[in-house]
């Protein structure tokens, strides 16, 4: 570590702390990793943290406190660059599954009954982009370790890290796995952001969606072609939400409406 | 009135803090902060499939993650009246092994033992304990390895499934877990020395009483369908609510726990002190060698309890996994009814873990997890206040005293993730 090291800062809120426990799994790069760059504070691994500013901020987990937005803003303000790393900070988790549907307060009594709050008031978990800038994401649940460690060395030198585009579909094919869509069962392949290596697929499973949606998503195409192949439309949105969170909400909303319209 | 105060406990998994209420030298409260936000897991699997659950519940904590998928796929499969084959069963056992030794390895050295050694992090302590922060990096590795080798990657993988795996593990890679797991004891050995050797301050000691499952076949084990309590019951895992008698606390969100009015400890150490005595190898004999009746009184040595667990789940891997490699596939077991109730409980590495649900018309009804963190909380603040009264009294340093209690808190290996997974908790 020089002085002119990269300063970064590695953040949690609302999750499962599953992208900070994938750098800490980069264990045959980890030492060279606090080594490249100036760690200035990371909580979960060590207790002389610096408060100040940094290069970048990478940043894990949804939005759901009001003392976590502030935080959150502070953070963006000391960071020349604000990374969100994992489908929680990406597009809010499986906590914002069901975001937008009017109903938080009442799943919120389910769970608090109507329990005073002293702390910091709690809201529905939302992503981290839906409250301030954000320079890139790199989804994942967890982030790959080769992603994450293939962004890191881009975005500390300046250069964007070109994650894949399409969706995870392509990685299944590279693997020559069987289609499990034409198979007849849901698979949410065709709407997740690729990264993985196409895991459940290639263990006989149907992809669960948990990289989040991919670019130029097309919800209708799988939503039509899975309720062709009989499923309950309930159980295709149930499934199409369970990880898209804020990416899903209001094209789901979309395939909503006319059925709400034929009430 | 005076508070002392640590907003951001370093190097636990979770968003958690310390605060000591002080009315001039006396201790009014001490208490553990979770500022972590709530994500109402429970309420938001009501509704789904129990194969949709499954992908959900492991995202309550990364740590746990395979923990959390066991217990539920348990509780799901008594619920459905699932008998899962006798492949997939032991397929769940090693990777419960493989986290074990993830966890144990991650917590003891890169989060516990910087304390011991007076440095800020593991990778702090490169210059000075290079060997052991690698020892460290190569059993977490291994365990890591377990863990994507049965469930499909590292954190949150998807292979283990209700009736069975979507994929069994091959031979070849279960051959080579069974080398490398030998390769590794001496690690795991050397971790119980370094562990073994430490000072552990008597100031938190104060008796409790110590949960597990109790693991079938009278062997050491990470689940089972009934709880032991250190006072010498057993209680069928059905009956979990009795055991953990959550309750709400007037001033914090935080569902707790007590056992007939006292405050309980689960964990690594639970598990020696209930189980300890059914330990074979080598793990036996460090166990002989370290275990004393301070392990009921003093939270800090969860921390060898772990490392000689590591010993053990080593040992067990080669067999366990050879076992896997001998039998053939089987098919994966289907539900036998689509209404019903069941309870799982694990052994996370932190502890027993609860899943319960309930199923009408093939639907989760009801989902109830507690966790072990929850478990622990009462426990955790009830040593950290004797610790500090005591510190106090002996006219100790406000910064020693929540150092000490740091330590503590940091000796069950608490999950705040898991702890507030539905909760959140702010004293006044």
Redesign the interface.
Known sequence: MTKSSPKIGIYGFTGCAGDQLMILNCEDQLVDLFGAVEIRSFVMAKSDNHEGEMDVAFVEGSISTEAQLEHLKDIRKRAKVLVAIGTCACWGGPQAMKLDDGKYDERYKSVYGNAKITVSKAFEAQPVDAFVPVELKIPGCPIDKGEFLRSVSKVVAGRHPYLYPFPVCNECKWKENECILTAGKFCAGPLTKAGCGAICPSHNLPCVGCWGPTDDLNVGAEYNLLKEKGYNPEEILQKIRKFGGAGVVKLVKDLEKPKEAKK | MKTLNIR????????GGITVTLDGKKVKSVTLDV??????????VK???PE?DL??VP?????C?LSHKYAAIRGLEKALGITAPEKALITRDLMMLGENVESNS?HTY?LAL?DFLGY?????M?NDYGDD?KRA??L??FG?HVMALTS????????P?LGG???YPGKKELAEIAVRARELVPDAVRAVELFGSLEYPVYPEVETVFMSVNAPKKKFGLAGDSILISDGKEVDCEDYKKLTSER?VP???AKRSMYKDRTFAVGANARMINMGKRLDGQAKDLYKEHYSDRWLRNPLLNNLAQAIEMVWALEHIPEVAEQVASMDDPKTAEPTRADGAGTGAVEAPRGILYHHYEIKDGLIDKADIITPTAQNLDDIEAHMKVCAERMMADGKKDDEVLFALEMIARAYDPCI?CATH?????R?
Do not use: Q, W, Y
């Open positions: 951001a406990l370093a190097r636990v998994e979770g968003d500022h972590e936000g709530p994500r109402l897991i429970e309420s938001l509704g789904m499939k949709d992908n959900v995202r309550i904590c990364a740590i993650t991650l890169m910087p800020p992090s593991a990778i702090a490169l922060v990096l190569r977490k590795k890591n499909g990657r590292i954190v949150h993988g998807e292979n499934i795996f979507g994929k709400v001033h914090s969100f993730s539905l909760v959140e908790l702010k006044l």
